[in-house]
């Protein structure tokens, strides 16, 4: 039986990697049961390709999405030489890979990858920090491939407040973006980079929302009505989210899953089913795929790594989504959304 190819909206595979190198650890080619991705095991998995985050760490804490000590702004220089490192590791992977890992820059290099097999990869950035105010490194990113940047990681930097991770709390942390934060989601419109919304507070979300013509989107957050974390979104934000055609992905952190907002991974698959129906409901099936956190965050025992999105897949068919859901939360909305973001085809 062929299987659905899935796109996923967040992995921290490169972080992973660049750990591991310092550390002598197995590259992205080999079959390892480290974290949660490597090329053996996505194909496995059957994941089609996804977003390939760059995150720029603060201090050594294993975990992005719920770090050990209190995020705190760092510095340009130092954020563009470990940008530069990590975004260097996807082109060496891509160049080593024969053919089969390919980095992409169109709504048409995916499609063709997810047809022919090639694992496809977004250069994302997880917070700004590399980009100066004069918006230099934007240009230079954008050409060598950056096609998705989120404003922030949970922490301030010249743009905007992340927010900062806690709970149960609101995501409403702070003030908005700042006057160079507003001329950098205008730049991104330009040039056709995805603006991606997950670590940054409730006031924002919405500049980001009156000054943005492109369509919303959340890469990895979950419903705040279910698990009130301030990673997680509000009702009023997956309105806002609907209105712009833009998409959430579902997150698999335990810490976003589960109601208790804890860390323990024996979460059932029905915790996940309940926040995608959750979202389904308010953002339409046309406004949901999967943004997993894979290889930055603690995932449900049951899913283990990327091997295990068949289970899910299976769990969500078995629970009532329908052949067409089930291809448009795999891969057919983030398609719809990237080319409603993108320039060119
Ligand atoms: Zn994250």
Redesign the pocket.
């Given at each position: 039986m062929s299987r659905v190819p899935i796109f996923d909206g967040?992995n921290d595979t490169l972080l992973k990697l660049y750990r591991q190198r310092q550390d002598g650890g197995p590259g992205f080619f080999d079959r390892s049961d480290q974290g949660h991705i490597d090329l053996p095991r996505a194909r496995e998995g059957g994941l089609g390709g996804g977003f390939f985050a760059v995150f720029v760490p603060s201090a050594r804490s294993s975990n992005?999405?719920s770090p050990s000590s209190p995020p705190a702004p760092i510095e340009l220089g130092y954020a563009q030489q470990v940008t530069l490192t990590m975004a260097a590791q996807l082109f060496r992977i891509e160049s080593e890979s024969g053919g089969q890992v390919k980095v992409v820059r169109t709504v048409d290099e995916i499609v063709g990858c997810l047809e022919s097999g090639v694992l496809a990869a977004i250069l994302h950035f997880?917070g700004a920090e590399a980009i100066d105010p004069n918006l230099d490194a934007l240009e230079v990113f954008y050409r060598a491939g950056l096609r998705s940047l989120g404003l922030v990681?949970s922490r301030p930097n010249t743009f905007a407040h992340g927010v900062p991770f806690g709970f149960p709390a609101s995501p409403d942390t702070g003030p908005g973006l700042t006057d160079a934060g507003r001329e950098l989601v205008r730049a991104c419109n330009r040039l056709g980079i995805l603006i991606d919304l997950?670590?940054l507070n409730e006031q924002g979300f919405w500049d980001v929302a009156r000054i943005s013509t492109a369509p919303l989107v959340a890469t990895?957050s979950n419903a705040h009505a279910l698990c009130a974390t301030t990673r997680n979104l509000t009702d009023r934000q997956l309105d806002a989210i609907k209105e712009s055609d833009g998409i959430v992905g579902l997150n698999f952190s335990v810490s976003f899953l589960r109601e208790d907002g804890g860390k323990d991974p024996d979460v059932p698959l029905e915790t996940m089913l309940r926040h995608l129906d959750y979202l389904a409901e308010h953002l339409g099936i046309d406004r949901v795929g999967l943004g997993s956190?894979f290889d930055?965050t603690t995932v449900p025992r049951e899913i283990g790594d990327v091997t295990g999105l068949p289970k899910l897949m299976a769990a969500l068919a078995a629970h009532g989504y329908d052949e067409a859901s089930l291809r448009k939360i795999a891969h057919e909305n983030w398609i719809r959304v990237l080319g409603k973001t993108w320039k060119g085809t």
């Amino acid at each position: 039986m062929s299987r659905v190819p899935i796109f996923d909206g967040h992995n921290d595979t490169l972080l992973k990697l660049y750990r591991q190198r310092q550390d002598g650890g197995p590259g992205f080619f080999d079959r390892s049961d480290q974290g949660h991705i490597d090329l053996p095991r996505a194909r496995e998995g059957g994941l089609g390709g996804g977003f390939f985050a760059v995150f720029v760490p603060s201090a050594r804490s294993s975990n992005t999405d719920s770090p050990s000590s209190p995020p705190a702004p760092i510095e340009l220089g130092y954020a563009q030489q470990v940008t530069l490192t990590m975004a260097a590791q996807l082109f060496r992977i891509e160049s080593e890979s024969g053919g089969q890992v390919k980095v992409v820059r169109t709504v048409d290099e995916i499609v063709g990858c997810l047809e022919s097999g090639v694992l496809a990869a977004i250069l994302h950035f997880e917070g700004a920090e590399a980009i100066d105010p004069n918006l230099d490194a934007l240009e230079v990113f954008y050409r060598a491939g950056l096609r998705s940047l989120g404003l922030v990681w949970s922490r301030p930097n010249t743009f905007a407040h992340g927010v900062p991770f806690g709970f149960p709390a609101s995501p409403d942390t702070g003030p908005g973006l700042t006057d160079a934060g507003r001329e950098l989601v205008r730049a991104c419109n330009r040039l056709g980079i995805l603006i991606d919304l997950s670590h940054l507070n409730e006031q924002g979300f919405w500049d980001v929302a009156r000054i943005s013509t492109a369509p919303l989107v959340a890469t990895h957050s979950n419903a705040h009505a279910l698990c009130a974390t301030t990673r997680n979104l509000t009702d009023r934000q997956l309105d806002a989210i609907k209105e712009s055609d833009g998409i959430v992905g579902l997150n698999f952190s335990v810490s976003f899953l589960r109601e208790d907002g804890g860390k323990d991974p024996d979460v059932p698959l029905e915790t996940m089913l309940r926040h995608l129906d959750y979202l389904a409901e308010h953002l339409g099936i046309d406004r949901v795929g999967l943004g997993s956190d894979f290889d930055g965050t603690t995932v449900p025992r049951e899913i283990g790594d990327v091997t295990g999105l068949p289970k899910l897949m299976a769990a969500l068919a078995a629970h009532g989504y329908d052949e067409a859901s089930l291809r448009k939360i795999a891969h057919e909305n983030w398609i719809r959304v990237l080319g409603k973001t993108w320039k060119g085809t």
